[in-house]
């Protein structure tokens, strides 16, 4: 429904619509989407533009959805997760009512419309899962403070899971896109055997077979969408801090940050804007922070290789492809010690972790652990050319091995 947006989650639909139509000349993949403002040749012109991905655009079909409002967040300001999910199954039967595949192939993450598939179509179910739709670390969570409002949540979200856990019987083949997500997906859909595909990474067209990071200015790079759980304010806070507690005058060790992201409404540019405010109202250098907003795939690659490292600040990100693109392009990683990043793609060898005293998780514990953002920042002015070529080239082959898009060429 989102598929014009060109995050990571569109990556991997629109990468699989790609293998799913190379596999067979006789497949043809409907796409359903709420993007009714876009003609299919827009949205085909800017999957080009953007993944740089050549499709038979003769196979492809747009199903057009008028009823994707009852999905988006901000249309239920309260019981947000059965108002979407209500949203969802209105969608469903919208698009199967409209267009009746062979297969129903769910990349966003809608279960609750599987059992209107099942018994109107009796079809297979194919599922992508990037991340549940609700996980058992929320219900973890409310029961470390059972206050009475959090006790009416807790059962409230405890029902909600009892009917995803339903929904997951109707699935065929269940996938998921890193080791977090599919441990709890195999905690909730017990009979699915969830396994884990890679999203597509592109990491072929991001190895350039580097011998030296001479020509690399001294930047950190922010890949991701504009949007606030990508914690691009932390990061502008950190920053902010490390410029505060910066002893060192030499400013050739001097790190400086660009964000790059798309945005997929005007309440994405309104946070644009909102961040620009904060880089303001903390009195950091203009020239230090730079935003880049919806440029294309060949801009960022140019952007990725003329710098030297990469970050990432979101909590619990369920996989982080902006974290591949970096270590393919031989960034080193600076990123949240959490699920995708620190279990399945970073490691001691090729990055660095941090937590932050906002985290969900925070301990004293993981405190002890992790430094915080600011302090990695400060690390940076330490590393000599050898220690940043060597984790360069380390991180370039593991991206190779692991999370090539040939690879899921392969597993899909």
């Known amino acids: 429904p989102y598929c014009n947006a060109f995050g990571g989650g569109e990556k991997v639909l629109w990468k699989a619509v790609e293998t799913t139509l190379d596999h067979d000349l006789n497949n043809v993949a409907i796409v359903y989407t709420g993007d009714v403002e876009a003609s299919p040749k827009q949205i085909l012109d800017s999957v080009m533009l953007k993944f740089d991905y050549k499709l038979d655009t003769s196979r492809i079909v747009f199903i057009y959805l008028k009823k994707r409002w009852l999905v988006d967040s901000n249309t239920w300001k309260h019981f947000t997760l059965v108002g979407q999910a209500f949203g969802s199954v209105v969608l469903t039967i919208e698009a199967i009512l409209k267009c009746p595949p062979d297969i129903w192939c769910d990349t966003m993450g809608y279960p609750f419309g599987y059992p209107w598939v099942a018994h109107l179509l009796r079809i297979p179910i194919v599922t992508y899962t990037h991340f549940p739709v609700i996980s058992t670390d929320m219900l973890d969570k409310l029961q470390k403070n059972l206050t009475l409002k959090n006790r009416l949540k807790y ?192 490691d001691k060898d090729i990055g660095y972790f941090f937590v932050d005293p906002s985290d969900p998780d925070y301990n004293k514990e993981r405190g002890e652990q992790f430094p915080t953002l600011d302090k990695l920042f400060e690390l940076t002015e330490t590393l000599d050319t050898d220690s940043k070529l060597t984790k360069s080239k380390l991180g370039e082959k593991k991206a190779l091995d692991k999370f090539s898009d040939e690879k899921f060429d392969v597993s899909w």
Request: proline letters at 3%; aromatic letters at 12%; one cysteine or more.
């Open 155 to 346: 059962y409230y979200w405890k029902l909600f899971m009892c009917y995803y856990k339903h929904v997951g019987t109707y699935v065929t083949i269940a996938t998921t896109n890193s080791t977090w997500t599919n441990n709890h997906i195999n905690k909730i859909w017990t009979k699915s055997n969830s396994s884990i595909i890679y999203p597509p990474c592109s990491t072929e067209k991001l190895v350039d077979n580097f011998t030296s990071i001479d020509h690399r200015s001294n930047v950190g790079v922010v890949l991701a969408q504009f949007r606030p759980e990508k914690r691009h304010d932390l990061i502008i806070k950190s920053y902010a801090e490390y410029l505060k507690n910066r002893n060192e005058t030499n400013t050739d060790k001097l790190l400086t940050l660009r964000f790059i992201g798309s945005t997929r409404s005007q309440a994405d540019k309104a946070y644009v804007l909102e961040l620009k405010q904060q880089v303001i109202k903390l009195d950091i250098p203009i020239d230090n922070i730079e935003f880049i907003i919806d440029c294309s795939y060949t801009e960022v690659k140019e952007h990725l290789f003329n710098s030297t490292y990469g970050i990432n600040g979101m909590w619990n990100e369920h996989f982080g492809i902006a974290v591949v693109e970096y270590i393919a392009a031989g960034l080193i990683a600076l990123v949240h010690a959490s699920a995708g990043p620190y279990l399945d793609i970073v």
